[in-house]
């Protein structure tokens, strides 16, 4: 079996910022990309960019819910649904450039070459909040394609998804300027 399962987690900044990265570098390899957000609306400035790139898809919901502890039982069931929905369609379209690319065999013939990447941006996030139906994306990574590299990203990771990973990689927050009063500013932190 190839392809692993990424997770960058922790209270720092820079787990978004890592697997852009990833992205960016995979898709310089040659390998597609589909990426995924969640727990935010697509306002976030590095959007525009990713969906201009080729070979790299960009899903993400409409929806801006806000924080989720502020949420109603009822906003949300709505937003898993919209979640659960998000992460059916991103796993769609991944298996169909997955199996492209193989048919294809436009990739390096080396042992452990992904055929595809996708990116679940602050999946965990929506995991521990049980805003996306966690049934599903635990059999989906545990039966998921062959050759397909998988990044989780957001805080907190549940011992389930650690056990999955191949890599685990913790940012951690030494000073930051939100401390101090100073919110998410456009093109550094949003």
Not at 100 to 118: D, M, S
Not at 137 to 166: C, I, N, Q, S, Y
Request: glycine share 8%; net charge negative; aromatic share 8%.
């Amino acid at each position: 079996m190839s392809g692993y399962i990424h997770i960058y987690c922790g209270n720092g900044k820079g787990k978004t910022t890592a697997a852009i990265g990833l992205s960016i570098r995979s898709i310089g390899a040659g390998i597609p990309v589909v990426f995924t957000q969640f727990m935010k609306d697509g306002t976030s400035s590095e959007i525009s960019i990713l969906e201009s790139i080729p070979n790299l898809s960009v899903y993400y919901a409409k929806e801006n819910f806000g924080f989720s502890w502020t949420l109603t039982e009822e906003e949300k069931q709505i937003a898993k649904s919209i979640y659960t929905g998000l992460f059916l369609n991103a796993v769609q379209q991944l298996v169909q450039i997955s199996k492209k690319e193989n048919k294809e065999e436009t990739l390096l013939e080396e042992e452990n070459h992904p055929t595809a990447v996708l990116i679940l941006d602050e999946v965990i996030s929506a995991y521990n909040y049980d805003m996306i139906n966690r049934d599903v994306v635990l059999k989906w990574l545990k039966k998921k394609p062959d050759g397909v590299e998988v990044v989780l990203t957001g805080r907190d990771p549940k011992p389930e998804l650690l056990e999955l990973a191949g890599y685990v990689t913790e940012m951690k927050n030494k000073v930051h300027i939100y401390e101090k009063g100073i919110h998410a500013r456009k093109g550094i932190e949003k």
